[in-house]
Each structure stands twice: as structure tokens, then as C-alpha cells.
């Protein structure tokens, strides 16, 4: 694929360790343990592997009867590897809305209010302990002792808008029911693009209407950018939020010719195809079904010598 985003401002952090704590109003987050360590990394460079990843914990969400202990435990892990998804700044309209009076929502399916108070919205990812941010009108003033981790994090990160930032803390959680939504809409798009090629001659045309509307309604924000005069001046993205990030990658994922995601014929995981033509994700899988296929083939030439 032809990376569209040479310059881009994406460094994130991920914690050491990760569990799912119950808040008081019942439901789960996942949140960073309390001795876990940050680290900053770059979801750009690892991007093929990290949207493959989100696919299959989307593809368990879309199953009826999976457990959820399973998927939460996927998510997790995949936590500990990316970090988590940043949907405090993924949702408004922007991610500098500290520096707002209130929260600006455009429309998205987990928050139905256009417009929040700022302490709401902060509650929503701050369900335990709350950060010290004093809010008045449109200055915030966020105050942060004791933890001296988090205070090199803080002010590793200060050119990021402060509520990346504090997206960064420990204290930062994300609910269970909005992450596994998340994943489960991006494998739902993957699998409506992967079926609508694949399957083309065999769906009616009402069906692929329907698959064409599903897929036009999957938009996003848009990353944000400026320039920097660098050895010449330079278009550099902003990305605020992972989720943006890897959503925009799985965008670009969706529409490559060359290496286009499929979907194994043997294991059903996505993979990204080294040429057009390919449908197993490995030599493995190729491996297994063939020898799935022949043994039901002998076993059907046996019968058919029986009869
Ligand atoms: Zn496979």
C-alpha cells in the first residue's frame, strides 16, 4: 500500500497491564492497573498487524452467542499491546475541547446530546479516580502531583492538546459496551466490503443496495493537520485517538487494489492478501482445508462404491 501519511503526529501510550474494573453505575471499564508502566510507541508503524488484530476481536463481537469474558479478555490484550482507544478525544468535534466552555458532540452512536458540560463529559472516562482540572468558562487548569510518572508523562506529551494528554493518565477508562461496539462495527464493514466483491454474482440487488448504504454511512472525523517548515514545508496529520488512527488505516486497508483484506476460506480471520487472487491467510490454512476437502472427497467416493 502507498503510505498516505509520510509526516504525522500519532505517538500514543500504552500501559504494561490493563484489568476491567465495575464503576458505581454498574457498568465495566477497562483501565490501567496501578503499578503498570507507560510507554509511547507509534500505532503507525505496526498499522497492518494492529487493524488485523481489532478485526478479530470485531468478528467475535459479531457472533451472537460468543461469551463476553472471551471478548474481554481479546480486548485486553490488545490494550496492552496498543493502548486504549482515546474515544474521549475521538468523539467531539474537536480534540482541543478543553479549551471550549462545553463539549461539542457531532453525531455518533454512543452519546445522543449535542452538546455537554465538560465535567459530564470527563466523568464519562473517569469513572474512578477523577483528575484535579479546574474548569471556568473557557480556561482549564489541570493540576497534577504526586504520581511522578505521571507527571513526566504529562509533560512528555504537551505539545498533544490537553485532553489527549490526560487521555495518557492512569486514571483514563473506557466502558466495555462503547470498546466492543467499536470493534464489532469495523469487522462489520470489513465483512460487508469483503462480501459485496466476493459474493457479487450471488446477492440480489436489494441486498447490495442495502450493503452499499451500510458502508457509505462509515465515516469518521477526519484527522487534523498543519504544516511545519521542516528542510521544506511539510503537511503533517494530527492524529488525537487511536481509534481515529485505526480507522483511517483500515479505510485506506479496504480500498487497496493490490493488497486487498480478505477473508481466510479455511479460518475466517481477515488477512491482508499478497496478491488478488489469494483466499487463505497462510500455507497452513491452505494446507488443512485441502486435506479437508480430499478426505470428504474419499469419503464421498466410498459411499458412493457402497451404494
Ligand atoms: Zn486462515
Redesign the pocket.
Known amino acids: 500500500m502507498s503510505f498516505q501519511f509520510e509526516h504525522s503526529n500519532s505517538t500514543w501510550v500504552r500501559y504494561s497491564e490493563y484489568e476491567w474494573k465495575q464503576a458505581e453505575d454498574g457498568k465495566l471499564y477497562l483501565t490501567a492497573c496501578a503499578d503498570a508502566q507507560p510507554t509511547i510507541y507509534d500505532p503507525l508503524k505496526e498499522y497492518q498487524q494492529l487493524v488485523l488484530d481489532a478485526l478479530y476481536i470485531g468478528r467475535l463481537g459479531m457472533r451472537q452467542e460468543q461469551d463476553d469474558t472471551e471478548i474481554q479478555d481479546e480486548i485486553k490484550a490488545f490494550a496492552e499491546k496498543y493502548g486504549l482507544f482515546g474515544l474521549m478525544t475521538a468523539l467531539p468535534t474537536t480534540p482541543s475541547f478543553m479549551d471550549y466552555e462545553a463539549v461539542y458532540l457531532p453525531k455518533n452512536r454512543f452519546i445522543k446530546k449535542e452538546t455537554m458540560s465538560t465535567e459530564d463529559y470527563l466523568n464519562l472516562f473517569f469513572p474512578f479516580d477523577k483528575l484535579d482540572v479546574v474548569k471556568r468558562s473557557v480556561e482549564s487548569l489541570w493540576n497534577i502531583e504526586g504520581d511522578n510518572m505521571m507527571m513526566a508523562l504529562a509533560m512528555t506529551m504537551s505539545d498533544r492538546p490537553m485532553a489527549v494528554n490526560m487521555s495518557f493518565q492512569r486514571q483514563y477508562a473506557e466502558s466495555y459496551e462503547w470498546m466492543k461496539q467499536v470493534f464489532t462495527d469495523w469487522a462489520f464493514n470489513a465483512t460487508t466490503v469483503f462480501l459485496y466483491y466476493n459474493d457479487y454474482d450471488k446477492l440480489d440487488d436489494d441486498y447490495k443496495q442495502l450493503m452499499r448504504q451500510s458502508i457509505r454511512a462509515f465515516d469518521g472525523n477526519a484527522p487534523s493537520y498543519h504544516i511545519e517548515l521542516l528542510e521544506q514545508p511539510t503537511l503533517v496529520w494530527d492524529f488525537h485517538s487511536l481509534l481515529l488512527g485505526i480507522q483511517m488505516m483500515l479505510s485506506f486497508m479496504l480500498t487497496d487494489k493490490s493488497n486487498p483484506m480478505r477473508v481466510?476460506?479455511?479460518?475466517?480471520?481477515f488477512?491482508v492478501a499478497s496478491r488478488p487472487s489469494a483466499v487463505?491467510?497462510?500455507p497452513?490454512?491452505k494446507n488443512q482445508y485441502n486435506v479437508y476437502k480430499n478426505r470428504a472427497k474419499n469419503k464421498q467416493t466410498k459411499l458412493r462404491n457402497k451404494i
Open positions: 481466510c476460506k479455511k479460518c475466517s480471520k488477512f487463505f491467510c497462510s497452513r490454512c
